[in-house]
């Protein structure tokens, strides 16, 4: 069985700060992980993915997560925040085998500050 | 290169009738994957179907159905709604074997509100 928990429904920060948004996940196999997206009424959209190999993983729009399989974590980052950040952002996970589905986490809404 | 569309945009129903909802999977994928997405809550994973046939399914009553069609499109059709069907409903597609970890493309969904 799989689980996502993404700390925190609502995070703000001031623009050009840090961003972080936390994700822990719990899965009996080798999980895939999944940062995605969604701004308002819109569908989700991929930010970055881990598979296999380089635990840092590098996305579009300057975010990065690193997966820790010791901490069962893959928190998203990015240096510094700007306002077209503002959005809700997703965790998900995926079994490496015997599944199809995404499992997701009940969301963060990042709230940029100028 | 077209993305995953969704119709309708938004729906009104009442309680107790039947919805049917559309999907048509970004050009070259043969697999589909709705998702139910509570206000303020994660999408929660409805069933999937590939060949035609739902290939696996989440915590969902039997009030939700699916098809898939040669075309790879695909329809949710919800019956007996009730209240808490109210949700934004996502579609994902997909390439079996086009990648081990099946990335899903999402839609824009559709707004489902039972009044």
């Known amino acids: 069985a799989q689980s996502v928990t993404q700390l925190g429904s609502h995070v703000s920060v001031s623009e050009g700060a840090l961003v972080l948004l936390r994700c822990n996940y719990s899965?009996?196999?080798?999980?895939?992980l999944f940062w995605y997206v969604q701004y308002p009424n819109q569908g989700l959209q991929l930010l970055l993915k881990?598979?296999?190999?380089?635990?840092l993983v590098k996305g579009i729009n300057g975010f990065e997560a690193e997966f820790k399989k010791s901490e069962t974590s893959f928190h998203l980052t990015k240096p510094s925040a700007h306002m077209s950040d503002a959005a809700e952002y997703f965790c998900?996970?995926?079994?490496?085998?015997?599944?199809?589905?995404?499992?997701f986490g009940t969301g963060t809404r990042l709230k940029v500050l100028a | 290169d077209a993305g995953v569309t969704q119709s309708p945009t938004h729906l009104i129903k009442t309680r107790g009738q039947q919805v049917t909802l559309r999907c048509s999977p970004k050009s070259g994928h043969d697999t589909v994957s709705w998702y139910q997405q509570a206000l303020g809550q994660g999408p929660q994973f409805i069933f999937q179907y590939y060949e035609e046939e739902e290939r696996q399914r989440g915590n969902f009553p039997d009030r939700f159905s699916g098809h898939q069609f040669p075309n790879y499109s695909s329809e949710l059709n919800v019956n007996a709604l009730l209240l808490g069907d109210s949700a934004l409903y996502l579609c994902a597609s997909s390439l079996i074997g086009g990648t081990q970890y099946n990335e899903q493309f999402f839609g824009p969904g559709t707004r489902l509100t039972v009044l």
């Open positions: 899965s009996s196999v080798p999980p895939y």
């Open positions: 998900a996970v995926s079994a490496t085998a015997g599944t199809y589905k995404y499992i």
């Open positions: 881990y598979t296999t190999g380089a635990t």
